[in-house]
């Protein structure tokens, strides 16, 4: 059974900083592409940011680059999101997922 867990979200103010982690169990993690998306109130998911399994090569969306980076640890099974110089626009609910696996989200919000 796969499972993709969450944590680090909450309340800060814009200008802020926040790490996301997201544990994966029921995969060989390392071989597996992960992603981190989005979803603001009344808006659709969007994808944030992605990580390749083969060489660790990342992408981002243009709203988020220069300010998050994504990063995994193949030993802890977990990849994280540091996000920076929040924004009140980068509020939403953060996803983990894999191929059709997501995580149950954890809720970030951004203060002006």
């Known amino acids: 059974q796969v499972q993709l867990v969450e944590s680090g979200g909450g309340l800060v103010q814009a200008g802020g900083s926040l790490r996301l982690s997201c544990v994966a169990s029921g995969i060989t993690f390392s071989t597996y592409d992960m992603a981190w998306f989005r979803q603001a109130p009344g808006k659709e998911r969007e994808s944030v940011a992605i990580?390749?399994?083969?060489?660790?090569?990342?992408s981002y969306a243009d709203s988020v680059k220069g300010r998050f980076t994504i990063s995994r640890d193949n030993a802890k099974n977990t990849v994280y999101l540091q996000m920076n110089s929040l924004k009140p626009e980068d509020t939403g609910v953060y996803y983990c997922q894999t191929v059709r696996y997501w995580g149950q989200g954890t809720q970030v919000t951004v203060s002006s």
């Open positions: 990580i390749k399994w083969h060489d660790g090569s990342t």
